[in-house]
């Protein structure tokens, strides 16, 4: 499956653009740190873009990712991402063991919260966003609520990055695609 497919897909079973941007959010973090750990990009963007590609279909978290995956073999797509795919879900029983799963885990809550930090700036961009102003809304607990702190913590350290660190970098990777992402707001990239 190439990322065409993938899209399209993602947008036969998904409505929601909201739920769209985020899988494409964190298609381009994966897709920014595969060169990083000298991994495939295709491969990194296609398991980040098609991840939660049956939370619409499957909203719950016993049925999700796992009632996907069926769809995603038949489709072709790769079993190294289906593994990272249903690692990232909870209580599906599949551990995190290839970095491509940690990966995935670590990018996946962190840029709704990113997203969720950069909406309520005066700009509603993320050309000026940075990790400072994202770890001042982590502290006020009833911001992004829904954002698992514990989860995103873990996550990354799982992952082997420090959080401020990887948090700047799912900043640049998201920065890289804001206009699909709604995140332009009212600036103009440097």
Not at 14 to 26: D, T
Not at 168 to 173: F, P, T
Request: charged share 25%; with cysteine.
């Amino acid at each position: 499956m190439n990322r065409e497919e993938a899209l399209a897909l993602v947008r036969e079973h998904i409505q929601s653009e909201s739920l769209v941007r985020h899988c494409l959010a964190v298609e381009a973090s994966l897709r920014f740190y595969a060169p990083i750990y000298n991994q495939d990009v295709e491969l990194w963007g296609l398991t980040g873009l098609l991840h939660d590609y049956d939370w619409e279909i499957h909203p719950s978290l016993d049925q999700h990712p796992r009632m996907g995956v069926p769809l995603l073999r038949e489709r072709g797509v790769p079993e190294e991402a289906i593994h990272a795919i249903l690692a990232h879900g909870v209580g599906t029983g599949v551990e995190r063991t290839t970095l491509l799963d940690k990966a995935l885990y670590a990018c996946d809550e962190i840029t709704g919260l990113v997203t969720a930090v950069a909406l309520v700036r005066p700009s509603r961009s993320l050309y000026d966003l940075t990790a400072s102003s994202v770890k001042k809304k982590w502290k006020d607990k009833a911001f992004a609520a829904g954002a698992n702190r514990t989860e995103i913590e873990q996550a990354t350290a799982d992952f082997g990055i420090e959080l401020w660190k990887h948090t700047d970098n799912i900043i640049l990777a998201m920065r890289a695609i804001a206009p699909e992402l709604g995140l332009e707001g009212n600036l103009t990239p440097n």
